[in-house]
């Protein structure tokens, strides 16, 4: 009797491994099961029937039906194990063996193995060109910060001032506006200043406002950083009173280059 690659010997009670040479003797257990799954092929056979044990009465306990069903597809191997099939509730079914072609396929062996390094080449170059052009994508979608706002203010002289508001959030950004407005009214009272753009931004705890100026003074590029912090509620980072003391309409080039944190929330 054929089953898959084993040959089994009812007479002899023996199960013999085709490809290998392998001979199992079945113990009482396995050749019982076997020898009733191959009577019965392709029907189920029942438990009870499984553990009624051999012409002696002598009975076997489900348990060691169930380990010779596990030991009989074990020696079949994974890929003849599904020809004993488990009826749920049922019993056991022995399928039918089907004999497999001999036909030379060695032709097709021979093919598989450098048909899949291809397969893989061919996947690691396209995720290698997948990779470059997701990193050109993004180099290429990065691009400087939009500002949230730009006001040009004039000043009593006629002279103009850019005021430019960053922030990382277009909502959310009332004191940011409202220190803004704060400062306008500072540089409109200036007759004259070096400063041509202001940029303004507050930190992501909104505990801190930083301010830059940027001006030319005799054709030199001039900066002046400021970081004001303030831990009161309701903040008043820019006063009429800050900005007297920061002197922001002076026309001289002392103190350029500075940063300063004043009123820590006093």
């Known amino acids: 009797m054929q089953l898959g ?20 003797h079945l113990p009482r257990a396995e050749l019982h099961v076997l020898t009733l799954l191959v009577e019965y092929q392709g029907k189920v056979v029942a438990k009870p029937l499984l553990e009624s044990g051999h012409e002696d009465d002598s009975q076997l306990s489900s348990a060691s039906v169930s380990r010779a069903i596990f030991t009989l597809r074990s020696f079949l191997g994974p890929q003849y194990e599904t020809l004993i099939e488990t009826v749920k509730g049922q019993g056991y079914l022995l399928r039918p063996h089907r004999a497999r072609k001999h036909a030379d396929n060695s032709w097709l062996k021979t093919l598989i193995k450098p048909l899949q390094i291809l397969l893989v080449v061919i996947a690691l170059v396209s995720v290698l060109l997948a990779v470059l052009w997701w990193f050109n994508q993004a180099s290429e979608s990065v691009s400087p910060a939009l500002p949230l706002s730009v006001e040009t203010i004039t000043l009593t002289s006629g002279q103009q001032v850019d005021l430019i508001l960053y922030s990382p959030s277009k909502t959310n950004n009332e004191l940011l506006i409202e220190q803004s407005q704060q400062l306008i009214q500072g540089l409109q009272l200036c007759p004259v200043t070096i400063w041509t753009r202001v940029f303004l931004s507050l930190s992501h705890d909104k505990q801190v406002l930083n301010i830059t100026l940027r001006g030319d003074h005799y054709g030199q590029s001039l900066i002046r950083n400021l970081k004001i912090s303030d831990l009161r509620q309701p903040k008043q980072f820019v006063t009429p009173q800050w900005l007297e003391k920061l002197n922001i309409c002076s026309t001289s080039s002392g103190q350029i280059t500075l940063s300063s944190r004043s009123r820590g929330g006093e």
């Open 5 to 24: 690659h084993c040959r089994f010997d009812i007479g002899k009670g023996d199960l013999i491994n085709q490809d290998t040479g392998v001979v199992w």
